[in-house]
């Protein structure tokens, strides 16, 4: 009997739970429906959504798109080493590039080299960015101001100079491309965290906390930052296709991906070798215009449609503009 | 605060092995000598802040070390190099305030029609397109295929020669130079030479100009003294040219001073396609070869020139808005 009460008491308790659960999730869910409608207005930033799923499907499902040589690294570019082909010519879908490299795996792959680069840069400057903001524009005084000074002196330079005086310290690769980026664009996100910050601070449900007796850590990072994080979301998503276009400015001039690698930026400045002379297939003669034009194509792709999407979204998750 | 920025890139530049080879002069790997003799002229057995400050004063006095890629010292360098950007940067600049203030006008004035939509995703394009990108398209299009354009660098070295070098180098800008010697086939030629990099350069300038000056427009065309110039009757094109324009201008010039970093970053790229003799392709051809006092040299200067250029858009601001005048 004992134990029959007890377990109904736990499934009311279960239940009640659940029931509050649900019920506190339902204006969020609603918010995000709605959302969602917003979006579907949007034309733009519907098709920068498009564009965004499709890198990421392209990204996830390369190994099947474009099958790698067994036993070889999939990020280097299989080469055939023989003249430039045009698009279509022996079964390469787009022809192929310096030494032979098929196009086609190219592109591919180099969408997960882009996504790669742009996550692990935006997600570390955020979060670098977004504790050192936080920190500047709620304690204030002497830190603030030793942190915004160190932020001048990086804004100062301009970006693609200071990664450049960065990746030349480091050894060239990929990975100290993404450090030399993240050198350069967590600045700006510690400047945006802190101008929320400081606006946010001021409000009335900051001050209820305050009174409530909240601990100041707690108010920073339960109240103040989860609310003004819109417009860091919009800048991260437009950032996730800058970074791009950068790192693909830095690979084109000399840095980054070794020779043969699957990037967008390498695979242009590999086609500029050929770019402006012949090439010579089935005793035809071409001007291998397809190296250069297919990887640009698909940076400028990629970054339209973050830039699309962060624009539509600053207009859906900004409060005032949004009903 | 340029001191801050001496010494983030000092250090950083020091962090990355033999600071002797970079004054190096010859070809030749340095011998033991050598290396014990620039060690100690240059005081690098010393710690690195006693290093840097050793340098700061070298600096200061005008000796910024020496540049084995451009093969010369860095100060001279910089005046040599620095001419053919400034021009291309002021070129295209030109191009980038006319195009994109008239796109952002029309966009704001004809809100929603086709027009303003064409304009917005120009304006959204334009800082999506890869420079390096752009620039071999425009490349292989106008100068390869068509045959328009000279497809690099910055004047024609047959017709240089024809001329026997006879143009006296005033400024260091070509297109002016070649106006004041008269030499009107010269001006000619390095003006078709600064067509495609100007462009090149510009477009995405041009669309972060556009995308202000439209924002700013739409806020201005809602305001009282807008409503006021409408309702005494007077025509909407001078409406919009002497009463909206004018102060939706004031955000823009902001933007466009602050857009000089872009275009110094975009220079290094531009001209590394044309073969344009500025500093951006020494810089991208500095770094890839490690030449440490040039990384320091070209660093400094963009620092410096933003700090000038926010000091210029300061000035401006106040001339261009009398409420901060006022205060």
């Given at each position: 009997m004992v134990d029959e009460s007890a377990g109904n008491e736990k499934r009311r308790l279960f239940r009640d739970t659940i029931r509050l659960l649900r019920k506190s999730l339902q204006p969020r869910l609603r918010e995000f429906r709605f959302s969602l409608f917003l979006m579907r207005k949007s034309l733009l930033a519907l098709i920068g959504l498009i564009i965004v799923i499709a890198m990421v499907l392209l990204a996830i499902f390369a190994p099947v798109l474009a099958p790698p040589r067994p036993n070889a690294d999939p990020m280097q570019i299989p080469r055939d080493y023989e003249l430039p082909k045009p698009p279509g010519a022996g079964g390469h879908l787009l022809g192929t590039g310096l030494l032979g490299a098929d196009m086609y795996y190219g592109i591919i792959w180099g969408s997960r080299t882009s996504i790669t680069i742009s996550l692990f840069v935006v997600v570390t400057a955020t979060v670098i960015g977004l504790f050192l903001g936080a920190v500047s524009g709620y304690y204030g005084g002497a830190i603030d101001e030793i942190l915004m000074r160190v932020t001048d002196i990086f804004l100062s330079i301009p970006g693609l100079i200071?990664?450049?005086?960065?990746?030349?310290?480091?050894?060239?690769?990929?990975?100290?491309?993404m450090l030399a980026l993240t050198v350069v664009w967590w600045p700006p996100y510690a400047r945006l965290v802190r101008g929320q910050v400081l606006s946010v601070r001021e409000s009335t449900f900051v001050e209820a906390a305050r009174a409530v007796g909240a601990k100041r850590s707690r108010i920073l990072f339960r109240h103040i930052v989860p609310n003004s994080l819109a417009p860091i979301i919009v800048n991260m998503t437009?950032?996730?296709?800058?970074?791009?276009?950068?790192?693909?400015?830095?690979?084109?001039?000399?840095?980054?991906?070794?020779?043969?690698?699957?990037?967008?930026?390498?695979?242009?400045?590999?086609?500029?070798?050929?770019?402006?002379?012949?090439?010579?297939?089935?005793?035809?003669?071409?001007?291998?215009?397809?190296m250069v034009t297919f990887p640009g194509l698909m940076i400028f792709v990629f970054v339209m449609g973050f830039n699309l999407l962060g624009d539509g979204l600053r207009d859906i998750m900004d409060p005032r503009l949004r009903r | 605060m340029l001191l801050g920025v001496s010494i983030f890139v000092?250090?950083?530049?020091?962090?990355?092995?033999?600071?002797?080879?970079?004054?190096?002069?010859?070809?030749?790997?340095?011998s033991e000598a050598a290396r014990n003799a620039i060690n100690e002229r240059y005081h690098l057995n010393d710690p690195v802040y006693v290093q840097y400050f050793y340098w700061l004063e070298g600096v200061i006095g005008g000796d910024w070390g020496y540049s084995p890629t451009a093969r010369l010292p860095v100060t001279e360098a910089i005046g040599k190099f620095f001419p053919a950007t400034f021009e291309l940067t002021m070129i295209s600049i030109l191009i980038a305030i006319v195009i994109g203030i008239a796109l952002g006008t029309i966009s704001a004035v004809r809100r929603d029609t086709p027009a303003d939509h064409a304009t917005r995703i120009m304006a959204l394009s334009g800082v999506s397109l890869p420079v390096f990108w752009l620039g071999l398209m425009l490349?292989?299009?106008?100068?390869?295929?068509?045959?328009?354009?000279?497809?690099?660098g910055r004047y024609d070295t047959n017709l240089s020669l024809l001329a026997g070098n006879r143009i006296h180098e005033y400024t260091?800008?070509?297109?002016?130079?070649?106006?004041?010697?008269?030499?009107?086939?010269?001006?000619?030629?390095?003006?078709?030479?600064?067509?495609?990099?100007?462009?090149?350069?510009?477009?995405?300038?041009?669309?972060?100009?556009?995308?202000?000056?439209?924002?700013?427009?739409?806020?201005?065309?809602?305001?009282?003294?807008?409503?006021?110039?409408?309702?005494?009757g007077l025509p909407e094109r001078l409406v919009i040219r002497k009463h909206a324009r004018r102060n939706a201008m004031i955000p823009t010039t902001t933007v466009i001073g602050l857009s000089f970093g872009g275009l110094l970053s975009g220079a290094v790229l531009t001209e590394s396609i044309f073969s344009w003799p500025g500093l951006g392709r020494w810089s991208a051809s500095a770094t890839l070869s490690n030449d440490w006092n040039a990384i320091l040299g070209f660093t400094l200067l963009a620092a410096f020139i933003y700090v000038v250029v926010n000091l210029a858009v300061d000035v401006l601001y106040a001339?261009?808005?009398?409420?901060?005048?006022?205060e």
């Open positions: 200071l990664a450049m005086a960065v990746a030349a310290v480091l050894t060239r690769s990929l990975e100290n491309i437009m950032d996730f296709g800058v970074v791009v276009l950068v790192a693909a400015g830095l690979s084109y001039i000399g840095f980054g991906a070794p020779a043969g690698s699957a990037e967008w930026g390498k695979m242009v400045s590999d086609g500029q070798e050929w770019f402006l002379s012949t090439t010579v297939y089935n005793g035809q003669e071409y001007n291998p215009w397809w | 000092f250090s950083l530049t020091r962090m990355a092995g033999d600071p002797a080879a970079a004054y190096n002069q010859s070809d030749r790997p340095l490349q292989f299009i106008f100068g390869f295929s068509l045959k328009w354009l000279p497809l690099d260091g800008f070509r297109l002016i130079d070649t106006i004041l010697n008269g030499n009107w086939t010269m001006f000619g030629d390095a003006f078709l030479h600064i067509i495609l990099p100007a462009i090149t350069l510009s477009f995405g300038t041009i669309a972060i100009v556009t995308r202000i000056m439209r924002s700013s427009m739409l806020e201005v065309m809602n305001l009282d003294y807008v409503r006021t110039a409408r309702s005494k001339y261009l808005d009398p409420r901060v005048r006022l």
